[in-house]
């Protein structure tokens, strides 16, 4: 229970710093200095940086100008929490490792950075997908090769990933070629080469259907209540975190299905 308490902890502290790298890399900015009020652009002090209790004490204002601060901070902070005590429960309930739980719990960072990121300004920051990209690399020589490897077993891992990343990207790809990147951006064609790269070949293709499915109910249920129409765009790149994330847990139960589903 200690450990649980302090992985929800550890979520709302990085929640209020994955907000912080999904807006600088988003608009281009340096992540180093400190954090300031978008309004009157003071630097804010340590006091006024406290996840949720800051928001609460500061009456949701900002400590000089007064300014409205978006409610967006505390939910995203709750948001990261609740994802982060997901993912770890997840991760030692299947693999009972602390090692691959961390690693899990790093994508699901990098996943919350990319999710703010395509929410509020339609950019699936490339930072974040090589960050996404290097994790998946160390995890999948950790799950795969040892310190006696050959360095010719290692190539041959990574370039079939490689393979697989690029055989994932394809039906995205198509699409953003077909439409002249009106249906689909190339943030989400990388993000895809990179699910495919981290998961594997069925789980990645499989990521992407899941994504395209979830994305297709989401629409029809935003047609029916008449917030949107044909013409709505709406960002892909959360479906696709979506299914790669429920690939990461349930790949076993999901292959599972479609075997049976396939007669294989």
């Known amino acids: 229970m200690i450990l649980i308490f302090y992985i929800g902890l550890m979520g709302h502290i990085m ?12 608009n281009s900015q340096s992540l180093l200095g400190r954090s300031k009020c978008p309004k009157c652009l003071k630097t804010l ?21 007064k300014a409205p601060i978006s409610i967006k901070y505390p939910i995203s902070e709750i948001f990261t929490s609740a994802v982060y005590l997901l993912t770890w429960t ?10 691959l739980s961390i690693f899990n719990i790093l994508i699901a960072s990098v996943f919350i950075i990319m ?3 395509d929410l509020r300004y339609r950019i699936i920051p490339d930072e974040a997908q090589i960050m996404y990209l290097i994790i ?3 995890k999948l020589l950790y799950i795969s090769t040892d310190f006696n490897s050959e360095i010719f077993t290692i190539l041959s891992l990574i370039s ?15 699409i953003f070629l077909i439409t002249k990147a009106r249906g689909m951006g190339f943030g989400d064609v990388k993000l895809s080469f990179v699910m495919g790269f981290s998961l594997g070949f069925y789980q990645g293709l499989l990521s992407v259907y899941l994504a395209f499915l979830i994305g297709g109910v989401y629409a029809i249920f935003l047609v029916y209540l008449k917030k949107a129409g044909r013409k709505t765009m709406i960002p892909f790149g959360p479906f696709l975190l979506i299914g790669a994330y429920i690939m990461m847990f349930f790949e076993d139960n999901i292959l599972s299905f479609v075997r049976q589903f396939l007669f294989l």
Do not use: E, M
């Open 15 to 26: 929640g209020s710093f994955l907000n912080v790298v999904a807006d600088r890399l988003s």
């Open 45 to 65: 002090s340590w006091k006024h940086l406290f996840p949720i209790i800051s928001y609460y004490v500061l009456k949701g204002k900002c400590a000089f100008c």
């Open 90 to 99: 997840l991760s030692i309930t299947q693999t009972g490792s602390y090692v």
């Open 115 to 117: 999710l703010f990121s």
């Open 136 to 138: 998946s690399l160390f």
């Open 160 to 174: 079939s990933h490689i393979a697989f990343g690029v055989i994932t990207a394809l039906p995205l790809l198509v």
